[in-house]
T-cell receptor, first 115, second 115 residues
Framework: DAGVIQSPRHEVTEMGQEVTLRCKPI?????LFWYRQTMMRGLELLIY????????DSGMPEDRFSAKMPNASFSTLKIQPSEPRDSAVYFC?????????????FGPGTRLTVL | GNSVTQMEGPVTLSEEAFLTINCTYT??????LFWYVQYPGEGLQLLLK?????DKGSNKGFEATYRKETTSFHLEKGSVQVSDSAVYFC??????????????FGSGTQLTVLP
């Protein structure tokens, strides 16, 4: 399996622009997670889906952030409008149903820079 | 709430030195505990895990023992290699089924191994 795939790997944009990050989970996995990593706050869970349905979005920082999962093989995280403080590495992860012992598999991340 | 506290980095060791990275946690009941590793430019990978008290997780020469009495899950390796240079994250998933998927991460510890 190719693992979790994220695109783009790097994104540089200007403040106020819309940014869309993409994720393809491992085939057959039914949970998908979006995380943000910054020096100041470390790794934070933003939102997660089960069977394409958002389960908990309490980590989404503001209404400027939105996430969708239109099917089992694709998810997007959108920031509109983007701000410099959104600069971070965004990770997508997926896992199989199996309870709290189950490993999450992470993608390589998208490094976002908002100027 | 749930939290994970890791020893502050960065940690710099010579090849073949002994490694300990301390991790303590706060959670109700018996969470599952994990160590993830992040190599430069990559996503996180599961290194090892333990799901109940006194369990020992091990992989690639690394070990960690789930200590309920001290709420700790310290990572150890007897002889580090240059290739072990990475950031190491301690994490937990709680016991409650409602949030069973939510990994809570520590701040990460940067390890550099010199030849």
């Amino acid at each position: 399996d190719a693992g979790v795939i994220q695109s783009p790997r790097h994104e540089v944009t200007e403040m106020g622009q819309e940014v869309t990050l993409r994720c393809k989970p491992i085939s057959g996995h039914d949970y998908l997670f979006w995380y943000r990593q910054t020096m100041m706050r470390g790794l934070e869970l933003l939102i997660y889906f089960n069977n394409n349905v958002p389960i908990d979005d309490s980590g989404m920082p503001e209404d400027r952030f939105s996430a969708k999962m239109p099917n089992a093989s694709f998810s997007t995280l959108k920031i509109q409008p983007s701000e410099p403080r959104d600069s971070a590495v965004y990770f997508c992860a997926s896992s199989l149903t199996g309870g709290r012992k189950t490993e999450q598999f992470f993608g390589p991340g998208t490094r976002l820079t908002v100027l | 709430g749930n939290s994970v506290t890791q020893m502050e980095g960065p940690v710099t060791l010579s090849e073949e030195a002994f490694l300990t990275i301390n991790c303590t946690y706060t959670a109700t009941g018996y969470p599952s505990l994990f160590w993830y590793v992040q190599y430069p430019g990559e996503g996180l990978q599961l290194l090892l895990k333990a799901t109940k008290a006194d369990d020992k997780g091990s992989n690639k020469g690394f070990e960690a023992t789930y200590r309920k009495e001290t709420t700790s899950f310290h990572l150890e390796k007897g002889s580090v290699q240059v290739s072990d240079s990475a950031v190491y994250f301690c994490a937990l998933t709680p016991i409650s089924s409602g949030s069973a998927r939510q990994l809570t991460f520590g701040s990460g510890t940067q390890l550099t191994v010199l030849p």
